[in-house]
Structure formats: structure tokens, C-alpha cells
T-cell receptor, first 117, second 111 residues
Framework: DTAVSQTPKYLVTQMGNDKSIKCEQN?????MYWYKQDSKKFLKIMFS???????INETVPNRFSPKSPDKAHLNLHINSLELGDSAVYFC????????????????FGPGTRLLVL | KQEVTQIPAALSVPEGENLVLNCSFT??????LQWFRQDPGKGLTSLLL?????REQTSGRLNASLDKSSGRSTLYIAASQPGDSATYLC??????????FGQGTELSVKP
């Protein structure tokens, strides 16, 4: 009954490889996000999707490509991994159509710890 | 450009103390402000969300206040417990959907 789930939890890979991280939410939310937390613990948004449409795309290298097959899933594919991509990646979701209250609270997944060697 | 600052970066208190964590932001045009808790190696847990029209929210031993005009929020934790030890993150949401996070306050409550 996990609300926001991510797989894998840990990912260790070599430079230059391509990898994907999957995210699923069972909260019925219409908006999903990807965040990156660097080694200094600073969290920064990467992408946001609302009903499968991209609405926020921060200045992220185009090696990162999000894919939303439906509004419950937002996967992150990373091409040609670099050392600097090592970080914890968090998926989150919220219900943006509900005005006020806790409707816009963002719920986070447990994170995927990516280490590029 | 919106910037969020949290002070102090780290705080250690004995069990039972009441404490206040501070968050400041540079642009008062926010939609809401959210406090999260992050345990080591874990994801974020939402604690409280304050809409821009509200001044405070309470949940159990936690009370968060918001003064939009001065660009400040505080998270008050009453009767702290060792289980409260975690990193507390403040995030503001400007109109447009993306949360902007502070760097967090690492809290340690000693038994």
C-alpha cells in the first residue's frame, strides 16, 4: 500500500551507461515530479508532469529524459551517465486540481541512490 | 529569484526541550510553504503545509507559522524526543508548481 514507490532503491553503474529509474504512485494524483538531491543534501526539482504532459523542465542536460506512460507513472531515463550524476533521485506526486488544504501536499518516494563509477 | 535559507544548519538539544527551526525566503509571492522531515537514507515525509492565506498550522507537537510579508516561517517542536532526530526541510512554492527547498536543519535530540 505504498503511496509513491521507486525502483531500484540503489543503482551502481559505470560511466557511459544508460539507466532508468521507475516511479509509480497509487494516490490518484495528477501531477508527478523528479527531484535530485546532491551530496550536500540540496534538493532541486528536475521535471514536473501533469496528466502525462511536461509542465516544468529545469535546466537539466538532455541526457535526462522523463517518460510518463500514464498519470500514475513517471520514469526517468538517463543516457551516457557521468560521475556528476551521482546523487539521490526522488519522485513525488501531488493533486494539483484540488484547491487549498492538503490537496497540494507533495508526497515523496523513498529515493533512488545512484552511484556512477 | 527565490532563495530559501534555513538556520541553524544543525541543532543538538536534550530530550524534552521545546525548539524552533527557522526558514526565510526572499520573494513573498508564494502559493504555499511546506515543512518536511527526512530521516537518514530515507525519503521526505510531509509534516505541515501552510497556504499563503494562512498564518499557522498545527499537527500534534508541531506548529508551523508563516509571515509572508517578512519572508519567514518557523517550525516549533514541543517536548522534543529522540525520535524527532532528522533533517527538517522547508520548501516554498511560487505560483508555477515547483517547490524550492532550503538546505535543511539537521536536528539531534539527545536522550
Amino acid at each position: 500500500d505504498t503511496a509513491v514507490s521507486q525502483t531500484p532503491k540503489y543503482l551502481v553503474t559505470q560511466m557511459g551507461n544508460d539507466k532508468s529509474i521507475k516511479c509509480e504512485q497509487n494516490l490518484g494524483h495528477d501531477t508527478m515530479y523528479w527531484y535530485k538531491q546532491d551530496s550536500k543534501k540540496f534538493l532541486k526539482i528536475m521535471f514536473s508532469y501533469n496528466n502525462k504532459e511536461l509542465i516544468i523542465n529545469e535546466t537539466v542536460p538532455n541526457r535526462f529524459s522523463p517518460k510518463s506512460p500514464d498519470k500514475a507513472h513517471l520514469n526517468l531515463h538517463i543516457n551516457s551517465l557521468e560521475l556528476g550524476d551521482s546523487a539521490v533521485y526522488f519522485c513525488a506526486s501531488s493533486q494539483e486540481r484540488v484547491a487549498g488544504g492538503l490537496g497540494e501536499t507533495q508526497y515523496f518516494g523513498p529515493g533512488t541512490r545512484l552511484l556512477v563509477l | 529569484k527565490q532563495e530559501v535559507t534555513q538556520i541553524p544548519a544543525a541543532l543538538s538539544v536534550p530530550e524534552g526541550e521545546n525548539l524552533v527551526l527557522n526558514c526565510s525566503f526572499t520573494d513573498s509571492a508564494i502559493y504555499n510553504l511546506q515543512w518536511f522531515r527526512q530521516d537518514p537514507g530515507k525519503g521526505l515525509t510531509s509534516l505541515l503545509l501552510i497556504q499563503s492565506s494562512q498564518r499557522e498550522q498545527t499537527s500534534g507537537r508541531l506548529n508551523a507559522s508563516l509571515d509572508k510579508s517578512s519572508g519567514r516561517s518557523t517550525l516549533y517542536i514541543a517536548a522534543s524526543q529522540p525520535g524527532d532526530s532528522a533533517t527538517y526541510l522547508c520548501a516554498v512554492r511560487p505560483r508555477g508548481g515547483k517547490l524550492i527547498f532550503g538546505q535543511g536543519t539537521e536536528l539531534s535530540v539527545k536522550p
